[in-house]
């Protein structure tokens, strides 16, 4: 575990990142609508240009990218007490199959958190699978009565 390193993603890992975001769709039985080239060119291309909104994190060993988690960053209304607030959305944490069930997807998520907190964050929320809510709950994630959600018609 030692050999495992989380860092914030650069620029040469977001193909990476791309293809373990390809394999999360398949490993959840999922089918593409583009071939995997026109997914990573358009992948990288908008993580480019949401970089200042939403952060990946990258889980490492040595020079490859075995795991993810992004945290997205939504400005809040000001407030008389606070002109400036932030909430963040913790996105996308994945970890590839065969490293599973060593922790590492709980230190993404602690990796987010912190990284939350460097950013004077208020908030941070995620919308978890039903397999990772107990992860995310160990790590300081609670059920809010007060978070609820809507499906916009069209």
């Known amino acids: 575990m030692d050999d495992v390193i989380i860092r914030p993603a650069v620029s040469a890992d977001l193909p990476a990142v791309a293809a373990l975001r390809w394999e999360w769709l398949l490993e959840n039985g999922d089918s593409p609508a583009v071939s995997h080239e026109e997914f990573v060119e358009h992948f990288v291309a908008w993580a480019r240009e949401n970089a200042p909104t939403h952060r990946c994190l990258v889980l490492v060993r040595g020079d490859v990218v075995i795991g993810m988690a992004w ?22 944490v994945y970890v590839v199959p065969g490293e599973r069930a060593s922790g590492f997807g709980g230190r993404l998520i602690d990796a987010v958190l912190a990284l939350a907190g460097e950013l004077g964050v208020e908030r941070v929320t995620v919308h978890s699978s039903f397999r990772a809510i107990s992860a995310y709950c160990r790590h300081g994630f609670n059920a809010s009565p007060r978070l609820l959600q809507a499906h916009p018609s069209a």
């Open 71 to 92: 945290l997205a960053l939504v400005q809040r209304v000001p407030t008389p007490q606070s002109p400036t607030r932030r909430s963040g959305d913790v996105q996308c």
